[in-house]
């Protein structure tokens, strides 16, 4: 891949970075709530997230596209940022295949296992090979739990690292674009640092985020929703 067409596409890549990061923590946070309850997560939620190599996943095509921003980044400070955030986004598409391994173990096995062990007709010997074998699935648990708390760390980190790092981007029109149209959502996953994220891109006002989008918008022939997002740059640029 030549470095001009990575290049190319870096706008691209910074969008789609931060706008598939958003959906895969929404949808993360969201299952280990449901974790928190029942103890359990579920096999098809970490298969269709991972997906597989001729059909790949969401946090599999993250994990893509964040290799090809970060690993050619050049300026050293995004060089160091790219390099922290590239690892702590492989890390959890590789958290979230033991998860769903352990799921796997979880919905198949134990049952089974638990099952044969009520079994009156074994013999002493296939008990007791029966019940260490079942004390290993059953501590699929506990590395559930461990798993589930690593890929909650690292997305911790990572909404900080973005905070760091979307500032060398600032003049992104798609990245303004994606903020522009999907605030809520954004606002929802970056929680109580969202101010802080909108703030370290555009400053105290929005006046850059709606010009940047209204350009991404006109650019794309949408030209209502230009006139709208330079309708609000312009209402700003009297607070300025």
Known sequence: MSKRWLFSKQQSFVRDVVRDFCQIAAAL??????????????????????????????????????????????????????????????????????????????????????????????????????????????????????????????????KRMFILYLPLHSENSLLARYFYTHWDFARQVFKGYFTELIQAIYGDHLRPMYVLAAASFAEGGWLDEARLAREKADALAYLE
Do not use: M
């Not at 029942?38 to 939620?45: A, T």
């Not at 969401?58 to 955030?85: P, V």
């Not at 598409?93 to 919905?107: G, M, P, S, T, V």
């Open 29 to 158: 946070e969201e299952h280990f709530s449901e974790f928190d309850t029942s103890g359990e997560v579920s096999f098809h939620f970490f298969d269709d997230l991972l997906g597989r190599q001729n059909y790949k996943g969401l946090l599999w095509r993250l994990k893509d596209t964040a290799h090809l921003l970060f690993r050619s980044e050049e300026r050293a400070e995004q060089r160091i940022l790219g390099e922290y955030l590239d690892w702590a986004l492989g890390y959890i598409f590789h958290e979230c295949i033991k998860l769903k391994e352990d799921a796997y173990q979880q919905r198949n096995y134990k049952p089974r296992f638990k099952r044969l062990q009520e079994d009156s007709l074994l013999s002493p010997e296939e008990q007791h090979i029966g019940s260490e074998l079942y004390a290993v699935i059953r501590q699929t648990s506990e590395s559930i739990s461990r798993e589930v708390q690593r890929v909650r760390f690292i997305l911790f980190h990572c």
